[in-house]
C-alpha cells in the first residue's frame, strides 16, 4: 500500500498571507491557522486525494505545530488546523492527521514510510527522501499517480 501525505502551512494553507500571523503565533493565538487561505484549487486537490484513496492510497496530513510553543498551543493548533481541514476539504477523509511539534521530522510519524510527502521547506523534502515534492505542479504529479 502506499500513501500521499501533505503539509499544511505554506503547501495547501496560505498562512504566511494572514496579516500579522507571525505577531499572532507568537502571543500563541491560533487565529491564523483558521484564517489561512487555500493555496491550491481545493476542490481539484479534493478530486485527486479521493480517487487516489480509491484506489488503495492512505490519504494523511503531517504538519508541524508553531515554533517554541507551549503544549497548551499546540494543542490550539491542532484543533485549528483541524477545523482548516474540515471546512476547506469536507470530502476527504483523511487517514491520518498528524499535528506535530515544530521541527518533528515527518518520516518518523507517517505509518507508510515509502508515501509521497508534499511539503513547501526543502529540509523537509530532504530528510524525506526520493519521494518528496515541493508543491509546484502537485495537482499534477496527484494525477500521475492515479
Not at 39 to 63: E, K, P, W
Not at 64 to 88: C, I, M, Q, R
Not at 109 to 121: I, P, Q, S, T
Amino acid at each position: 500500500m502506499n500513501a500521499i501525505y501533505l503539509d499544511m502551512d505554506g503547501t495547501i494553507a496560505d498562512l504566511y498571507a494572514v496579516p500579522n500571523w507571525l505577531k499572532m503565533l507568537e502571543a500563541e493565538i491560533p487565529a491564523p491557522y483558521i484564517q489561512a487561505e487555500p493555496l491550491v484549487r481545493l476542490s481539484a486537490l479534493a478530486r485527486h486525494l479521493n480517487r487516489l484513496q480509491r484506489n488503495g492510497y492512505i490519504i494523511g496530513i503531517i504538519s508541524w505545530g508553531s515554533k517554541h510553543a507551549t503544549p497548551e498551543y499546540d494543542e490550539a493548533v491542532a484543533k485549528a488546523k483541524n477545523f482548516w481541514l474540515k471546512k476547506h476539504l469536507p470530502s476527504v477523509k483523511f487517514d491520518e492527521i498528524h499535528i506535530v511539534p515544530y521541527g518533528t521530522p515527518k518520516s518518523t510519524v507517517a505509518k507508510e514510510k515509502n508515501g509521497y510527502l508534499f511539503d513547501d521547506e526543502e529540509k523537509n523534502r530532504a530528510e524525506w527522501g526520493i519521494n518528496a515534492f515541493d508543491v509546484v505542479n502537485m495537482l499534477d504529479i496527484l494525477g500521475e499517480l492515479e
